[in-house]
């Protein structure tokens, strides 16, 4: 089994974080390359700015958003390989902006990764 968590990107770093990748389109506002202390920005791996602009955090939209992300990631191989490659050498954090830690990119993303391994 993978060990895949997720992370706000502005709390601090730590030991335990293992791999840390953002996964985020956009840098997150406010912050340093130092302060993120990403091994990794993968934006490649973010959903597409309409898929984003359709969820816009609005819960009604989260099943129509989780299915469109999932679609986009089968779309695109090669960040997902990349994100198991790394998780399978040890922890793995994907690290977002959003203020919501339930429902966001990277939660469905890890589920979507959690299945593929």
Do not use: C
């Not at 993120?36 to 989260?62: C, I, M, T, Y």
């Not at 090669?78 to 990277?106: C, H, I, M, W, Y």
């Amino acid at each position: 089994m993978l060990d895949i968590q997720v992370k706000r990107v502005y709390e601090p770093a730590s030991t335990d974080d293992g791999f840390r990748v953002l996964v985020d389109r956009l840098w997150p506002r406010g912050l340093t390359a130092e302060k993120v202390q990403a091994g990794l920005w993968l934006k490649e791996v973010a959903p597409s700015n309409e898929l984003r602009q359709l969820f816009h955090h609005d819960l009604a939209h989260w099943d129509e958003f989780k299915a469109g992300y999932f679609a986009e990631l089968n779309a695109n191989p090669e960040p997902v390989q990349k994100l198991l490659e790394f998780a399978a050498r040890g922890r793995l954090t994907l690290l977002f902006s959003a203020r919501d830690v339930e429902f966001n990119q990277a939660v469905v993303l890890r589920e979507y990764l959690l299945a593929k391994a």
